[in-house]
């Protein structure tokens, strides 16, 4: 398996401009987590799905922040628009649903700057 | 809430001494407990996790971690410390009444510094 994977691993904006990033879940994982790394706040969870469905999104800083799953094999966070404040690495996660222990399984992470 | 204290920003060993990396949290609920390294550049992976049952937990790279209820710890150990453990590490918990299924909520991390 090839894990999960995230698109663009790096990403250059400016202001003011939307961001796109994708990821794709490991095969037969019901649970996608979007997670924000910062050097001041951490690692936070933004958003989780459960089969496709958004579960919990409490953690989206604010309306310029929206994410969408439209199938087993596809997520994407978008920013719009982008400000300087959001420049951080965006992981990706996922996680069966066998177990209610399972692993989180993490990408390599989207580095976001915006300028 | 839950919430994690991951107390030290940096640790420096030398190599081949003891590792300590400490961890507490704060859970209305039985926790389940995490930990993960990030090495430069790299997503996280997963060192070792408790849930239930034995309180030393055995994971990879020779770490191991001790849930201690009564300190609220989960505190992450390596007996010899060797310069392919320099890294970020991160004590993550979960609330075991949603079966599991929320995202975790992480430490701010450790960055473990290996000295020759």
């Known amino acids: 398996d090839a894990g999960v994977i995230q698109s663009p691993r790096h990403e250059v904006t400016e202001m003011g401009q939307e961001v796109t990033l994708r990821c794709k879940p490991i095969?037969?994982?019901?649970?996608l987590f979007w997670y924000r790394q910062t050097m001041m706040r951490g690692l936070e969870l933004l958003i989780y799905?459960?089969?496709?469905?958004?579960?919990?999104d409490s953690g989206m800083p604010e309306d310029r922040f929206s994410a969408k799953m439209p199938n087993a094999s596809f997520s994407t966070l978008k920013i719009q628009p982008s400000e300087p404040r959001d420049s951080a690495v965006y992981f990706c996660?996922?996680?069966?649903?066998?177990?209610?222990?399972?692993?989180?399984?993490f990408g390599p992470g989207t580095r976001l700057t915006v300028l | 809430a839950q919430s994690v204290t991951q107390l030290g920003s940096h640790v420096s060993v030398s190599e081949g001494a003891l590792v300590l990396l400490r961890c507490n949290y704060s859970?209305?609920?039985?926790?389940?407990l995490f930990w993960y390294v990030q090495y430069p550049n790299q997503g996280l992976q997963l060192l070792l996790k408790?849930?239930?049952?034995?309180?030393l937990v055995k994971g990879i790279n020779g770490f191991e971690a001790e849930f201690k209820k009564s300190e609220t710890s989960f505190h992450l150990t390596k007996p010899s410390a060797h310069m392919s453990d320099a890294a970020e590490y991160f004590c993550?918990?979960?609330?075991?009444?949603?079966?599991?299924?929320?995202?975790?909520?992480f430490g701010k991390g450790t960055h473990l510094i290996i000295q020759p």
């Open positions: 996660a996922s996680r069966p649903l066998a177990s209610s222990t399972d692993t989180q399984y």
């Open positions: 095969s037969g994982h019901d649970y």
């Open positions: 799905f459960n089969n496709n469905v958004p579960i919990d």
């Open positions: 859970s209305s609920v039985p926790p389940y």
């Open positions: 408790y849930t239930t049952g034995a309180t």
């Open positions: 993550a918990v979960s609330d075991s009444s949603g079966g599991g299924a929320d995202g975790l909520t």
